[in-house]
């Protein structure tokens, strides 16, 4: 079936690095992907989206890459802090209400 | 803008009890809400989506009549594990999406629901 997932389960980077997320997908159909941080405890939170018509969308030190040809979607995050240690998913939503997620990142930021 | 709340946080109930979850939109009105589960160390996967006026639609493998959902107003929706067993313990998860488009979803902070 259909299905968003992540090439890395686990990543650890030190406090000031930029940290990559990455996430495939797998339905072309897909035309709106969101990106969820969750902290343990706590529902996810939204961080980033991006429509199928850009590949590339800048917030505030995080940025999104959509390689549509591969089915490729990213997290950058820029200066990681510690407060960035979190779980991150990626998710799709294929034109109706329902929003697929990702198996999830752990992001571990070493002071 | 865009809070959703739940309550309870947390709730421990005896086998064969039931528990009512409610998911509230603060600000804004949700025509449609939607309720996850998620277990430990795992991602969030979607039981239902709840239209406010209509009955809910619930995904494959989901049984609509251990999990009760009611959307009675633009704002609340409410969860319904009806005779709860231990393995129905899990975090659940509400989100609204404010408006009728498809727009970002809000999250609530979830509840960890556990059956003894």
């Known amino acids: 079936g259909e299905s968003v997932g992540l090439h890395l389960p686990t990543l650890s980077v030190q406090e000031g690095d930029n940290s990559i997320i990455n996430c495939a997908y797998s339905n072309s159909a897909s035309d709106y992907f969101i990106w969820y941080k969750q902290e343990s405890g706590k529902g996810p939170q939204f961080i980033i989206d991006?429509?199928?018509?850009?590949d590339k969308r800048q917030g505030q030190r995080v940025t999104v890459l959509l390689n549509k040809t591969v089915k490729h979607l990213s997290l950058q995050i820029a200066a990681t802090q510690p407060g960035d240690s979190a779980v991150y998913f990626c998710a799709e939503n294929t034109g109706g209400f329902k929003t697929i997620f990702g198996a999830g990142t752990r992001l571990f930021v070493k002071a | 803008g865009a809070v959703v709340s739940q309550h309870p946080s947390r709730v421990i109930c005896k086998s064969g009890t039931s528990v009512k979850i409610e998911c509230r939109s603060l600000d804004f009105q949700a025509t449609t809400m939607f309720w996850y589960r998620q277990f430990p160390k795992q991602s969030l996967m979607l039981m239902a989506t709840?239209?406010?006026?209509?009955?809910?639609?619930?995904e494959q493998g989901v049984e609509k009549d251990k999990f009760l959902i009611n959307h009675a107003s633009l704002t609340l929706s409410t969860l319904t594990v009806t005779s709860a067993h231990p393995e129905d313990s899990s975090f659940y998860i509400c989100?609204?999406?404010?408006?009728?488009?498809?727009?970002?979803?809000?999250f609530g902070p979830g509840t960890r629901l556990l059956v003894l």
């Open positions: 709840s239209n406010e006026g209509s009955k809910a639609t619930y």
């Open positions: 991006i429509r199928s018509n850009m």
């Open positions: 989100s609204a999406i404010p408006g009728t488009g498809r727009e970002t979803q809000y």
